[in-house]
């Protein structure tokens, strides 16, 4: 038996890092996925084969006749532990450990804020639960997820998951979502091209929590009530001019904040700033930060500000909001 599981990115529109202290946040699923097979092997063994990523710590070395590869176990096998630790949680709820083959390919860029970790981890545990014949309801991959990411990174607010699992617009607050209703943002995401590991950002982030609680606290309480807003405005009975005005305003503010936090980078911020300039109505970091992504809300200047992330060294993404979370695409007995 062969089962084929996806699951979409997703970009935070408000919020990422002061989620992870309890603060609420708003993430859509966007239409980029990754896609996970799984199968059962014979040699009792779980083999992971990650088609697309960058495996780093390699080095090849050649004589005339012969090419040596010698791998840094350590760095492969830290790459693989979103996927080792899915594949482990959900043997576990099934209570059975069996042979199985994951593989993967993915259209989300690594590390850069697009949520690449949960989309991996919540495809992989569709998959392989699937295959064994759990069956989860989409609030229980999410809940997986999030343990995947607990696991992996030591710190994780679940939202990313979250989205990933049930698709659309979400407003999150501690393990809880409520759906937003469907609004069509006019948005572009601008990718420096960097990466940043979130495990290390929100690290960092923590360090400065503990040596400075009396600065950081204000910025996180600020991020939470700026989110609440955001909310209020996406709800209320406003015309669209208005509402994405607002919404641009909070959106500048939110990236000033996490600029405050140490989130943001040169590219980043000029990103950012090439945006506004080129008509944006507002610009922010979407996700860890550290390099990664910006987006930008331009209602009927999405060309000009995607020219403008180009010109500035990043790379543009017209992005929609994806409907659906995790997907199972095909079974074949
Ligand atoms: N296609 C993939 N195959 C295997 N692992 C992946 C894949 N995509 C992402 N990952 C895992 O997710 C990590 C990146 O997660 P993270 O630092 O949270 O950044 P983001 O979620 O913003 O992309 C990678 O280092 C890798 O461990
Ligand atoms: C920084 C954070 O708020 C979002 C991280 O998103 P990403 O892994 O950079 O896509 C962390 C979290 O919510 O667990
Ligand atoms: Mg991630």
Redesign the pocket.
Known sequence: MRVLASAPAKIILFGEHSVVYGKPAIAAAIDLRTYVWAEFNKNGRIRIEAKDIRVPGLTVSFSDKEIYFETDYGKAAEVLSYVREAINLVMEEAGQKKGVTVSITSQIPV?A?L????AVAVATIGAVSRLLGLELTKEEVAKLGHKT?LLV?GASSGI?PTVSAIGGFLYYEKGTFEELPAIELPIVVGYTGSSGS?KELVAKVRRSFEEMPEIITPILNSMGKLVEKAREVILADYDKELKFQLLGRLMNINHGLLDALGVSTKSLSDLVYASREAGALGAKIT??GGGGCMYALAPGKQSEVATAIKIAGGMPMITKISREGLRIEEVEE
């Open positions: 590390g804020g949520g690449s970790s949960a990411e990174q990313d979130t996700g860890a």
